[in-house]
């Protein structure tokens, strides 16, 4: 599981992530996509990879470290996802506000539009 990593560019040699985001605004998820790339590289025996997040509209650049404590959060969210995908029934949908930007917004609400065609 969760052996997919990409990102924008990879600077191997000084093992960088550099993501670039087009949003104009600064999201903590953003971070967090971030960390899980650079845990995935440490999971595979490569350390001290660090990660920089570049937002050009806003013209800012922010530097992302994964900590112990975001290791352990990513383990945590991993057997809750793992949890949550090995149950024969989907969980009811959340509807939350940050759905209707997220790429999975037609799996998950699937039978919501099916249910209003
Ligand atoms: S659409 Fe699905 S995957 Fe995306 S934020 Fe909502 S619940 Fe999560």
């Not at 600077?11 to 670039?20: C, G, P, R, S, Y």
């Not at 800012?60 to 990513?74: A, C, P």
Request: glycine share 4%.
């Amino acid at each position: 599981m969760f052996q997919v990593v990409t990102s924008n560019q990879q600077n191997t040699k000084n093992k960088v992530i550099h993501e670039i985001k087009k949003s104009n605004k600064v999201d903590k998820a953003h971070e967090w996509q971030l960390k899980y790339y650079m845990y995935v590289f440490k999971q595979h025996g490569i350390d001290g990879v660090k990660g920089i997040l570049e937002y050009p509209l806003l013209r800012k650049t922010q530097e992302v470290i994964l900590t112990d404590i975001d290791r352990e959060e990513i383990q945590t969210i991993a057997e809750e996802i793992t949890n949550v995908i090995s149950q024969e029934q989907c969980p009811p949908v959340t509807k939350k506000g940050i759905c209707k930007n997220c790429s999975y917004f037609e799996f998950c609400y699937i039978n919501e539009m099916e249910e209003e065609e």
